[in-house]
């Protein structure tokens, strides 16, 4: 059976504390209780957390839903967003987390990958270094969360096409993106159109889908 | 802030649903209750073109009148959840659907230490549940708590109301499109299924189809030409011959809980260029007889999906002699062969026949609890491996040919204890489904197993008779079932002649 690895990168700078890391924290239990009550996420969906602040650590390793237990979210005081850091600590997480197939064995599905920032990387140069190799790691798809009016999306769209606005970052559209990311997760299992690829399913009505 | 909202169907009809700003979400449609809860409006996201609206109006009338309003119509009900209107609000296309019948909804769901990770009480019983071999795992934290489970006997019945479900459509000229265990609610419990999501279904030649399918059920001659354009020629697309591959994928599972063409065998390093190639021109049965190269390997497999995963352990061939025929049409002759598939009337008279070869495990601990009569004189349970001991009488059925002579049918009856005799047993010309009468579903005599003798009672048959010993069994009397005794259940034109076999043990 194979895996469907689900990376979630979590800004966690001075200035998601208070509200925005509650709402964080709350939506991550949604996240994780509804994914629980879905039997095709219980059967593949693996999930990790990064946070970056000042810092980058990787909060939880790729887990599956029935071990998985969420971490303490404790944000800075203030300090920089080290998202490029984030992400190279992502790429090699995912070289060492994520089973390649072989000619002899099944591998994990293409990873998916969530990051939600309501900032901008401070660090620049690692940002851009980081984007060209998150591309060589053949995600499945790629999402992209802005929130709130701070948060700049044209960083993002270097890194995905997929970026989702929202237009405020308080604890009921967090939320929403927080379910939203649960039934991206889910829509492998669903009926697959005549027409398309894989589709997302449309974003709550607060947030702007920016493709 | 809900809200709630009445809307009028085309006929002046009016409906009415709460909407409190998330609406359940389904693939393509939002979905809204009524305020007394006893049916849905289920709108489109996406806008209806002509041609849909159309297939909708279709849906909710004409096809709809087609299986409800005829004779023994009250009987679908049950097995389908059949939009029966439609509305316009908004701009959006809704459907008027019946609720789910209560007992598709978990009542207990986890088991009790999984209960207090996370409950799915409430929640709709989606095939998938029941269809892995996780969630029926004690080693997985969160596997279905017993009472959800059933045994197998009920996924028999489960399989067969299934089947005689998408029979209907079937002979109605219908196609599904889109079976799967997500379109499909089933309670192990009581052995009840019901087929739902049936607003895409497919007329061929008059409406097509707009989804391809759910992974894992979908055809591979659909999977292998889903790169082309939808009015290619040698595009495939969703029909009855593809529903006759869900529904014999969905068969396995339930009775297998794996996937018969998810094994070991790798097409390409890219998982989704593997899926395409497994599922599609490259799909081969796990339990291919000669070809073995796509068993599951089991150094690969999660313990929590043993011993299910272990096809030599517990091969398709415990289905028994008439669904291990057609599992062999339908993953091997029909895979890439859509008309050599079974049809879902073949489905369903084998699956009853099946049941008539089930004996109950003597070991009471058995999950599974029944098991299907292997035609061995050593008859074991291949789920917990408990012999059966004791005597075991096999019924060999024959009927009376046109030249008055008695030839053998390919039928069978295994006995236990406290069994039902029914009408179908009698009667050739009887078979258990919709068109029974109220008198038909009644037993008309049962097997005991009393002071150390297998027994049939007669409770209402006419014309029982012992032709071994030449004598009637009036009704409320007992003949004993002895080697080679031959006892004609009716002298009815179809009544059945029956040879009593005794297996030993």
Redesign the interface.
């Known amino acids: 059976?194979?895996r469907l690895p689900v990376y979630l990168l979590l800004d966690t700078s001075g200035s998601m504390r208070g509200e925005r890391i509650e709402a964080v924290k709350n939506g991550l239990q949604v996240l994780v209780?509804k994914l629980?009550?879905d039997?095709?996420a219980?059967?593949s969906v693996h999930i990790s957390i990064i946070t970056f602040d000042r810092e980058v650590k990787q909060l939880l390793p790729l887990t599956d839903?029935?071990?998985l237990q969420l971490p303490e979210i404790i944000p800075p005081e203030s300090g920089p967003t080290n998202m490029g850091e984030a992400l190279l600590m992502l790429c090699d997480q995912i070289d060492r987390e994520i089973i390649?197939?072989?000619?002899?064995?099944?591998?994990?599905?293409?990873p998916l990958l969530f990051l939600m920032t309501d900032g901008k990387p401070s660090d620049l140069a690692k940002f851009r270094e980081a984007v060209p190799r998150v591309k060589t790691k053949?995600f499945?798809a790629v999402v992209a969360c802005a929130a709130g009016a701070e948060a700049v999306d044209s960083f993002l769209k270097e890194l995905t096409d997929t970026v989702v606005h929202l237009d405020t970052a308080d604890s009921s559209t967090l939320m929403s993106f927080f379910k939203w990311v649960s039934?991206s997760i889910g829509t492998?299992?669903?009926?697959?159109?005549?027409?398309e690829e894989m589709v997302l399913?449309?974003p709550p009505a607060e947030v702007h889908l920016i493709i | 802030m809900s809200k709630t909202i009445t809307v009028k169907s085309q006929e002046g009809k009016s409906y009415q649903f709460v909407d409190d700003g998330s609406p359940m979400?389904g693939?393509?449609k939002d979905v809204y209750f009524a305020p007394d809860r006893s049916y849905v409006v289920a709108f489109f996201?996406d806008k209806q073109d002509f041609n849909s609206k159309e297939r909708l109006t279709n849906i909710v009338k004409n096809y709809r009148e087609r299986i409800f309003n005829q004779a023994g119509g009250d009987y679908w009900k049950d097995l389908f959840c059949w939009p029966y209107d439609m509305v316009e609000y908004n701009g959006r296309t809704g459907i008027v659907v019946p609720t789910y019948q209560k007992h598709f909804f978990f009542q207990t769901g986890y088991n009790p230490s999984g209960n207090q990770?996370?409950?799915?009480r409430g929640?709709e019983k989606?095939g998938?549940?029941f269809a892995?071999a996780?969630?029926r795992s004690k080693s997985?934290?969160?596997h279905l708590d017993k009472s959800e489970l059933g045994d197998w006997f009920k996924y028999f019945l489960v399989c067969i109301k299934i089947s005689r479900a998408v029979r209907r459509m079937h002979s109605a000229g219908l196609a599904h499109s889109?079976l799967?265990y997500?379109n499909v609610l089933i309670d192990p419990s009581s052995g009840r299924a019901a087929i739902i999501d049936i607003d895409?279904l497919v007329v061929p030649g008059k409406f097509?189809?707009?989804?391809?399918?759910?992974?894992d059920f979908?055809a591979p001659e659909v999977m292998s030409t889903?790169h082309l354009g939808?009015t290619d020629p040698n595009r495939k697309?969703p029909s009855i011959a593809t529903d006759r591959h869900a529904l014999a994928v969905m068969i396995y599972m339930y009775l297998l809980y794996r996937h018969p063409l998810r094994g070991?065998k790798?097409h390409?390093?890219?998982?989704?260029k593997?899926e395409e190639l497994g599922m599609g021109s490259k799909a081969l049965f796990v339990e291919h007889p000669t070809d073995l190269s796509n068993r599951p390997?089991l150094n690969?497999?999660?313990p929590t999906?043993l011993p299910w995963a272990d096809v030599n352990k517990i091969p398709y061939t415990i289905c028994g002699p008439y669904l291990t025929d057609l599992f062999n049409k339908a993953f091997i002759d029909g895979l890439q062969n859509p008309s050599a598939r079974p049809t879902a009337d073949d489905w369903e008279s084998a699956l009853i026949k099946t049941v008539d070869l089930m004996q109950p495990c003597q070991n009471t601990m058995c999950d599974q609890k029944w098991f299907v009569f292997a035609n061995t004189t050593k008859p074991v349970c291949p789920f917990c491996g408990t012999p059966y001991r004791g005597q075991l009488p096999v019924l060999n059925l024959y009927y009376k040919k046109p030249d008055g002579q008695f030839g053998l049918e390919n039928q069978r009856l295994m006995v236990y204890n406290n069994q039902y005799l029914y009408p179908w047993h009698v009667n050739r010309s009887i078979f258990p489904n919709e068109k029974l009468t109220a008198e038909q579903v009644k037993p008309v005599g049962y097997f005991v197993f009393h002071g150390g003798k297998w027994q049939l009672i007669n409770q209402t048959l006419t014309s029982l008779k012992d032709v071994s010993e030449d004598k009637e069994i009036p009704i409320g009397s007992a003949v004993e079932l002895t080697e080679g005794k031959k006892i004609l259940l009716s002298t009815e034109a179809g009544g059945r002649l029956i040879i009593v076999q005794l297996v030993a043990n």
């Open positions: 059976m194979r209780s629980r009550q039997p095709f219980l059967e839903l029935e071990h390649r197939s072989t000619e002899e064995e099944k591998g994990d599905w293409r053949n499945g039934a492998g299992n669903k009926s697959v159109g005549t027409a399913p449309p | 979400q693939g393509m996201r990770i996370s409950s799915i929640k989606e998938k549940w892995s996780q969630f997985f934290k969160l889109d799967s997500k895409g097509a189809p707009d989804v391809i399918g759910t992974p979908i889903k939808k697309l070991g790798i390409d390093t890219d998982p989704q593997d390997k690969q497999v999660k999906h």
